[in-house]
């Protein structure tokens, strides 16, 4: 069973918002008592001890930041800006796709997997919203220190509509769930479809990103 935990993270022009894990401690007590009974006696003797411990939840929670780990995202709800993503989608032509890194670390107790659950733009005008329905996107972890376009197919770009809560975009699969403590890259394409139409010339699309992060069991 998994327990999710959302965040949100903006993209190319916007910032990304994550909401983080709270980890709580409740307290326990256990009573013990037992009963000790006199042999050919009808009196019974009664004696009670308390035993008191402690049960701490893990956290569920991560961070967001540069490719080389600087900007991380602290504040609670942590806040992302991918200013590597709004600079080298600058300029798109429709056929284009661009391409940046990020890094995410899982900064809980548990095993996380990792999906983007949804892609929303704040497009002003018309022209700006053609824009934004003219654009795909494809992430996936990486061990290179650098992105291509060619790291993704087409099968991989997906329209900003197609990412949801029930079809998300997986980024860290279960099967290969990121530890405590531990960090991936992340490489993000951007492209604008071939057939964007003329109205999305000049425009600029700011979009946030709503990241999802699973509880993986050990």
Known sequence: MATPQRRRFAKARRPLIAAAAVAAVAAAALLASTVFSGQGSLATWNQADNASGQVKVGALAFALSDSDGANATTADPPQYSFTALSTSAGSLLPGDTATAQFMITNTGSTPLSLSFTGVTST??????????GSLRMAAKTTTATTCSPTDFTATDLKAFSAITTT????????TSALAPDASARVC??????????????????PFTIAVRADQVRP
């Open 167 to 174: 079809s998300p975009l997986p980024i860290v699969p279960a």
């Open 123 to 132: 497009a002003s005008t018309q022209a700006a919203a053609d824009f934004a």
């Open 188 to 205: 993000l394409g951007l492209k604008l479809d071939e057939q964007a139409p003329p109205t999305a010339q000049g425009q600029t699309a």
